[in-house]
């Protein structure tokens, strides 16, 4: 597959546009403005992958991890897996071109109907909703080639288990997820592989059966002209003359101090897609330089009400382990990351509605889980079944793990939830020692994570496992959360009073009234102004 990105020294002084971010918001800006004649210039902070590059090994995966902490940033600045860990509430992201679309579980639903009425989102939107924005919906999930599970692919032991825990919850089906099941050139002009069903959706598709942004929006942007720069991470922003002027720093080898050289660009407009955490640390920068923003800048974050957790060692075989570097011949097909939803959205009131999905844990895992699995098992795990030959048969299974691997006994019949629903969204992202953090005490002690984490030991009873809920969330740990799904911090709003962008991601130009910066725009997920419920 030819490579997207150019080498830096092709980069020109001023383009009519630079897109910041290549994830959804930055991949669509750049498709459809190089579309529209304009001359853009993409700007991402990682690194281009390509099928065959992303890590399958237990040594490779570390290598491609960033673990931004409390105390410090992370060593490597470009890694794949870009893992921020505050008090409260962490966060993974995926660091590449192409954004979290490497790196996540490829499903595509559109929120529940009724979360567009909330009077957060500004009128103009909400007017919308049932005209542009269904159009719009619509207009992503064909370019995004969204299909759920074919009936005719293989059958998987991790969605049969999904249909026995949904007995008595809700119903269940197939998601559209963002996966090719056949091979063939798409509608972009890449060749792809169907999916060969090995799960390691998550850790990067070395297939090539992934729809992520670079099988789609961003060979479309090359095709009509825009450039793509890689290893470039935007700092801040100035207005300068008329123009904006883009200052970002040169990732050689991803180790580079914060304080490094910075270079430039300018810009008629520029285009903030760096997601909910980069865009709001590029204008939060962007104000310490004297830009004029909303007083509103770095509120309203929400994780989307997501929740992590796994019905371990059950009664059922599960096969929800990716194959990673090892063959795939005679293995049970594990299939995408996420192949069902358990949909318990239809509630009187919308907010106590959740989604409860399966998914698949990498293979480049693997060689760790026996060991994390069965001591969280040991300390934070709630037995749903009981009785003296289960127990019996529940440590042989645990033996069977350690001894002959992660693919036999416990692992093998562990199934890992993942559920969304809504939180208050009311976290604070700041900038503390010229690093983004996320503030939101008591964000786990919102009832809504209560009731979740019932519907998921309700879910792993009817397989007779142990439910173990993500360790951080413990009183012990302060309810830590983890999200996968960050929204929010440069929300929309009518005026600057409410918000940081007007309906259609124009930034205001002041904390007050509804002037705006010209030619400056998020957006990405950092605009949404409240949890969305679904991935």
Not at 385 to 411: N, V
């Amino acid at each position: 597959m030819k490579r997207l990105s150019l080498p830096l020294h092709r980069m020109q002084s001023h383009y009519s546009v630079v897109v910041v971010g290549s994830g959804y918001g930055g991949a669509v800006a750049a498709s459809r403005l190089a579309r529209a004649g304009q001359q853009v210039c993409l700007l991402e902070r990682g690194k281009e992958f390509q099928p065959g590059e992303y890590p399958n090994t237990e040594a490779e995966a570390l290598a491609q991890l960033q673990a931004d902490l409390p105390m410090g940033p992370p060593l490597c600045r470009t890694g794949l897996f870009d893992f921020r860990i505050n008090k409260e509430i962490n966060v993974l992201l995926g660091c590449g071109l192409g954004g979290t679309s490497l790196v996540n579980a490829n499903v595509s639903l559109r929120p529940e109907p009724r979360v567009f009425e909330d009077k957060r989102w500004p009128l103009a939107l909400r007017k919308d909703r049932t005209t542009i924005l269904d159009q719009s919906f619509t207009r992503v999930q064909e370019m995004l080639a969204a299909t759920p599970y074919p009936d005719e692919a293989p059958a998987l032991h991790k969605y049969q288990a999904l249909k026995r825990s949904a007995q008595g919850l809700g119903p269940v089906y197939h998601p559209p997820i963002n996966v090719s099941f056949r091979d063939g050139v798409n509608a972009q002009g890449v060749e792809q592989k169907a999916c060969n069903a090995c799960g390691d959706c998550v850790s990067g598709c070395n297939v090539g059966a992934k729809n992520t942004l670079i099988m789609n929006y961003l060979p479309d942007a090359v095709q009509h002209g825009a450039e793509i720069y890689t290893c470039a991470s935007v700092r801040y922003l100035e207005r300068e003359n008329g123009r904006w002027r883009v200052y970002f720093q040169v990732l050689e080898t991803g180790f580079e101090p914060l304080q490094g050289a910075l270079r430039s660009v300018s810009a008629d407009q520029v285009i903030l897609g760096a997601g909910s955490l980069g865009s709001t640390e590029i204008l939060l920068r962007s104000r310490r330089h004297g830009l004029v923003l909303s007083e509103q800048l770095g509120r309203r974050f929400t994780g989307n009400g997501d929740v992590l957790g796994f019905a371990y060692n059950s009664d059922q075989t599960i096969d929800g382990i990716g194959f990673g570097n090892r063959s795939p011949q005679g293995r049970e097909p594990v299939g995408p990351c996420i192949t069902g939803i358990i949909d318990l959205r239809e509630q009187a009131n919308f907010t106590d509605g959740m989604v409860i999905e399966e998914g698949s844990i990498p293979g480049a895992l693997a060689s760790f889980l026996p060991k994390i699995l069965g001591a969280a098992a040991l300390a934070v795990g709630e037995e749903t079944d009981g009785g003296f030959q289960d127990r019996a048969e529940k440590r042989a299974r645990e033996w069977e793990s350690l001894i002959r691997g992660p693919y036999q006994g416990a692992t093998r019949n562990t199934q890992t939830f993942l559920a969304m629903s809504h939180d208050d969204s009311s976290g604070q992202m700041v900038l503390e020692n010229d690093r983004l953090r996320i503030h939101w005490p008591g964000v786990g002690q919102q009832p809504i994570f209560k009731e979740v984490n019932q519907r998921l030991k309700e879910a792993t009873r009817s397989l007779g496992g142990t439910y173990v809920k993500n360790p951080g969330w413990s009183e012990q740990l302060g309810h830590g959360l983890i999200t996968v799904h960050p929204l929010g911090g440069c929300v929309m709003a009518e005026r600057a009073e409410d918000g940081v962008v007007n309906h259609a991601g124009q930034v205001f130009a002041g904390s007050d009234g509804t002037a705006l910066h010209p030619g400056l725009v998020v957006l990405d997920g950092a605009i949404i102004p409240r949890s969305l419920g679904v991935n």
